[in-house]
């Protein structure tokens, strides 16, 4: 192990008895050694409580009297954290015994490296892994409808995605993140904004970390398994709360987030999606209507968190602009990491 920078594991439960189990044991099976595992319960009522329990000998639990939403909950478990890396992790999740190694050894590639994925498969709510491995996701990336979606998922792994590659965000279903980032991109000491509750704020992350000159890796040979519930799909079967928050969330991260350069170049594109929305929201999705009377309530809050993300820019019109495309963008990784690619074949034959 080239590096023994220490690692916290910050995960959100809310009515998640169905996976946290085997989530923890997952986690505590890595070869890496972890400073600790910090979980905090956002009032769950589904027995999650009675299995975190059983943990508490080896995790540092914490429950809420409410759901504070996965944003705030997740700051929370970041404040109380101490790591030189923090991992957020969902309770859908399964890592594989290698994953958190092969994340802080890559890296460690480059000192702007603030986030690093791996690739993450599918598997069901039961568990049950399909015969040939689907993607869930290799990083997160945005199209010229400030779409964000995650790069290759329903996708058959076929071996398209074996190089070390630097990607737009990464989904903190199972992101690592540098503690140097965290506090760097952190507004008014929120990392997540906790406006977002839930829903979208790791690409708001993304964002906000791409235009503060931050890079995200996406590292091959990172395996771990996710039971994807929201999909572009899927979204007549998602809880209205969950629906209200993605068209409130679409908005508020455009507002804080978007320059005028990156919004002219895509105009076309952005109105015919903002037309979309607004209409099923009119039409057919009325409970998410209240989602723009959120953002007019909270209008002066939002633009002051603008104002003080873009005082802090630190990159040019043209590099944000070369990650909203409608194929998935991802770029070069330095020539380092084909020397670890080398090794970490090498470990897996």
Partial sequence: ?????FVSVTIVTYNSG????RCLESVLAQKYPLREIIVIDNASTDGTIDILEQFEDRCHVYYNEENVGFAAAQNQAIAMSSGEWVLTLNPDVLLLPNFIQALVEAGHADARIGAVCGKLLTMSAHFEI???????????????MLRHLDRGSQEVDNGHYLQYEYVFGATAAAALYRRAMIEDVAIDGEFFDSDFFVYREDADVAWRSQLMGWKCLYVPYAHG???RKVLPGNRGALPPEINMHSVKNRFLMRVK???SDLYWRNWFSITARDLTVIGCCLLWEHSSIKAFWYLARNWKRVMAKRRMIQARRRVDDAYMASWFQYA?????????????RARSETAHT
């Fill in 18 to 21: 169905r996976f946290i189990r």
């Fill in 130 to 144: 399909p015969a040939r491995p689907v993607v869930d996701s290799t990083g997160i990336y945005f199209n010229p």
């Fill in 328 to 340: 998935p963008v991802s770029k070069q990784a330095p020539k380092k990491m084909a020397r670890m």
């Fill in 225 to 227: 398994y996710h039971v």
């Fill in 257 to 259: 987030n978007i320059s």
């Fill in 1 to 5: 192990m080239a590096h023994n920078d």
